[in-house]
């Protein structure tokens, strides 16, 4: 009989459902977002879309968790911090591009809504001169034609995507070095090779499938596994009216800056 009983109980233990135990242990993780790329399949800690404040830049990136500080070697000199992930398939970047003899060099990344803040105003009130030529508040007193000549080159603070960690710009801020020589070989490595590692050149010649937005920028890369996220979440809660806290930022609703500069990127950085 001790012995019919104990089969019973232990029929009926083996039975239990899975179901019957705790919710949290059957619950399956959310999976991680599709990368561009098969080497950004190698990440599988990309992490969820952040909060707006992350959006807009209005944080201490050298204080995120997210972030890491660049490696010396990687730079121009300047001391700079990129999102981890971005900085793992930069480094592997690097690494490629070397082994082929041309040198990635990094002479800027996260810039938050603070330094994004410093650079506009210093262009808006006229003591950087535009593109070294010009003085904008002399240039262009009506607000909206000021904000646009600005915008050929710089993003109003909350809309830049070096907020975002994701954005780099390498080896020379002027399109003419990319021409010839050393900086021919490094855009044409680049253009070839710079998605493998998922990296996309946002600003491109604009024309029929970008005709709007900042002007060529042939320094700039965007890590996509995480700027296309923060592209989509751009779309449906950045606001114009919403854009404040610099000098001329009244002039966003005027000039549309979130469709036209936010999202008028190189349409092979938006997939």
Not at 13 to 34: I, M, Y
Request: aromatic share 12%.
């Amino acid at each position: 009989m001790r012995f019919t009983l104990f089969l019973l109980t232990s029929l009926l233990l083996s039975c239990t459902s899975p179901a019957e135990g705790p919710v949290e242990a059957t619950a399956a993780p959310a999976p991680p977002p599709t990368p561009v790329s098969a080497a950004a399949a190698e990440n599988d800690s990309i992490p969820a879309i952040p909060s707006y404040t992350y959006l807009t830049g209005k944080f201490d990136p050298t204080e995120h968790p997210d972030f890491v500080k660049v490696a010396g070697k990687y730079t121009d000199g300047d001391p700079y911090v990129l999102q981890k992930d971005t900085y793992a398939a930069f480094e592997k970047m690097h690494a490629a591009a070397l082994n082929d003899g041309v040198k990635l060099i990094i002479v800027s990344a996260t810039r938050n809504f603070a330094r994004q803040k410093q650079i506009w105003e210093a262009k808006w009130n006229g003591q950087r001169l535009l593109e070294g030529k010009e003085r904008a508040d002399e240039a262009y007193p009506d607000p909206a034609d000021r904000a646009r000549a600005i915008l050929r080159y710089s993003s109003m603070p909350g809309t830049s995507r070096h907020h975002w960690g994701t954005d780099m710009d390498l080896n020379a801020l002027n399109n003419g070095y990319f021409d010839d020589g050393e900086g021919q070989r490094i855009y044409a490595w680049l253009t070839a090779h710079g998605a493998d590692y998922g990296f996309c050149q946002p600003y491109t010649v604009k024309g029929t499938d970008r005709p709007s937005g900042y002007e060529e920028e042939r320094w700039h890369w965007s890590y996509l596994p995480l700027a296309t996220q923060l592209t989509d979440y751009a779309a449906t809660e950045l606001r114009d009216e919403d854009i404040s806290g610099f000098a001329g930022a009244e002039s966003a609703p005027r000039i549309e800056v979130v469709r036209n500069y936010v999202l008028g990127v190189n349409p092979a950085c938006k997939k």
